[in-house]
């Protein structure tokens, strides 16, 4: 690609696939000393927080774009976007302390393929290499996931349902991104996630300085890189990429989360898992692609 902005954009989601991959590491971790909704709560408190310096100090957060609209405007939309990113954080948060995180990574990467289904609501017909993902993916997760006996893990399964959150949340973002400031956007969207998070924490979990000490590394990682620095660059790479194509970049988490997994919290795939996780990329990214056109994609 010619374009530098381009070119930037695509270095902004690799390195936002990468960050969130491991983070599925991170996430499991964390869940051996705090409940889910309070790894959420704090992380993503931290995420904000981190972010607020930046905001003050940006020239660029204070000039008004021609296109900006009002503040309420930015404000419901952050907060919108902010509902979505607390519930599939919040299912895949309880969903992973049952799963591992390589499975994790894999089944919450099928919201590529459910982005382009949920457009059926607003009566836009998903185009054949679609279904054929579909298919794929749908075969992908059975082999991943489903058991001899025809059962599916739990943790699977809110990991699944969360997967259409963040579909959602996508699809969000690609109507916020070029209206607003990325900093302001992240950090009402963070705050909303966190506060929803505390909300359910403090009701149902116990929290505890000490537990929250004891998962610091985790919490630090998944509240400044994966929430403060992915999430940011998230918004800043859809920019100027089309939603397809950040999406197909994006998914590849998947691969770091396996990657991660299998290096830091020794999990191995048996040749079931492996072949479901193949069927799950490969579906993930045939859903993406232009198939009319035979020039693939190279984000550099």
């Given at each position: 690609m010619r374009n530098p902005k381009t070119r930037l954009s695509y270095i902004f989601l690799w390195t936002t696939a990468i960050i969130w991959g491991f983070a599925f590491v991170a996430q499991?971790?964390?869940?051996?000393?705090?409940?889910?909704?309070?790894?959420?709560?704090?992380?993503f408190a931290l995420g904000a927080l981190s972010l607020a310096p930046i905001l003050y100090f940006s020239k660029s957060a204070k000039?008004?774009?021609?296109?900006?609209?009002?503040?309420?405007?930015?404000?419901?939309?952050?907060?919108?976007?902010?509902?979505?990113?607390?519930?599939?954080?919040?299912?895949?948060?309880?969903?992973?302390?049952?799963?591992?995180?390589?499975?994790?990574?894999?089944?919450?990467?099928?919201?590529v393929v459910i982005t382009p289904l949920l457009g059926l609501i607003f009566k836009q017909r998903p185009t054949k290499q679609v279904w054929v993902g579909v298919v794929l993916a749908t075969l992908g997760l059975y082999f991943l996931s489903v058991k001899g006996d025809f059962s599916m893990n739990i943790g699977d399964v809110y990991v699944?349902?969360?997967?259409?959150?963040?579909?959602?949340?996508?699809?969000?973002?690609?109507?916020?991104?070029?209206?607003?400031?990325?900093?302001?956007?992240?950090?009402i969207q963070f705050s909303v996630t966190s506060l929803?998070?505390?909300?359910?924490?403090?009701?149902?979990?116990?929290?505890?300085?000490?537990?929250?000490?004891?998962?610091?590394?985790?919490?630090?990682?998944?509240?400044?890189?994966?929430?403060?620095?992915?999430?940011?660059?998230?918004?800043?790479?859809?920019?100027?990429?089309?939603?397809?194509?950040?999406?197909?970049?994006?998914?590849?988490e998947a691969l770091f989360a396996a990657i991660g997994g299998w290096f830091l919290l020794q999990e191995v795939l048996n040749i079931r898992e492996i072949l479901g996780c193949v069927l799950l990329l490969l579906g993930i990214i045939i859903a993406q692609l232009k198939l009319k056109k035979i020039k693939i994609y190279n984000s550099f």
């Open positions: 499991r971790m964390g869940m051996e000393f705090v409940g889910p909704f309070t790894f959420n709560g704090v992380r000039k008004s774009s021609p296109k900006q609209k009002s503040k309420i405007s930015l404000i419901v939309g952050g907060s919108l976007a902010g509902v979505a990113l607390f519930l599939g954080a919040s299912l895949q948060q309880v969903g992973i302390v049952n799963t591992t995180a390589g499975n994790a990574g894999f089944i919450t990467s099928l919201y699944l349902i969360g997967a259409f959150f963040f579909a959602s949340h996508v699809l969000i973002i690609a109507w916020l991104s070029p209206q607003f400031n990325v900093l302001k956007i992240s950090i929803l998070s505390m909300i359910i924490a403090i009701n149902i979990e116990q929290i505890a300085w000490a537990s929250i000490y004891s998962a610091a590394i985790p919490i630090i990682y998944g509240g400044v890189f994966s929430v403060g620095v992915a999430y940011t660059l998230q918004v800043a790479g859809q920019r100027n990429t089309k939603p397809a194509l950040a999406a197909i970049i994006l998914s590849f």
